[in-house]
């Protein structure tokens, strides 16, 4: 005959098949136990995860007459809220708040005060190289030529080679047998018996 556990052999029972899964430490103290359904109770541990806030470990075990209880699942499961997003706050005071935490640190879009000197220096020496290119490209022959005549002779203007599109659709697509008299004979035509 099988005697019936006590709720803290269960909670050890429990506690045993979390520390197959999960590190010990990250399971807190027992926060509750609840039967769902006839046969099983689930037992809940606080999880120490810091990044579960709210979240709680489930493990849900065999309660049967005259069966030795068995753990049947272990899960880890959001607390009400534990989902739910933080309240909104303004980025303005975001950023506040960081700065007063980081009091020796920039913000990554802040330029200290020797640096935007040496910056507004750059800046103007290059306008000054870009005036001064400027200057000699518009001055100085790179030695490209110009296209002569020799270079364009049968080329044609965008006009001409609009109307010039080398088809000869405006014609007769199908010759009148008429015309086939007054052609040539094509080579595969001619009359090649003697």
Known sequence: MIVPITDEERA??????????????????????ERPEPGVVDLRFACTLAAYTGWSWVVSTSDLEGVEPTVLEVELLPGDGALLAPPW??????????RRQHPDERHPGEVADDETAEDDQDDEDREDDDAELDEEDLADDDGLDELDDAE?????????????????????????????????????EEDRSL
Not at 163 to 186: C, F, I, K, L, S
């Open 89 to 98: 706050v303004p980025w303005a005071e975001r950023l506040a708040e960081w």
């Open 152 to 188: 364009l002779e049968g080329a044609l203007s965008p006009e001409e080679a609009e109307q010039d599109t080398g088809d000869v659709d405006d014609e007769d697509p199908e010759p009148d047998e008429a015309d086939d008299d007054d052609r040539a004979p094509r080579p595969a």
């Open 12 to 33: 050890a029972l429990a506690r045993a098949a979390l520390g197959e899964v999960v590190d010990p430490a990250e399971v807190g103290d027992l926060i509750g136990a």
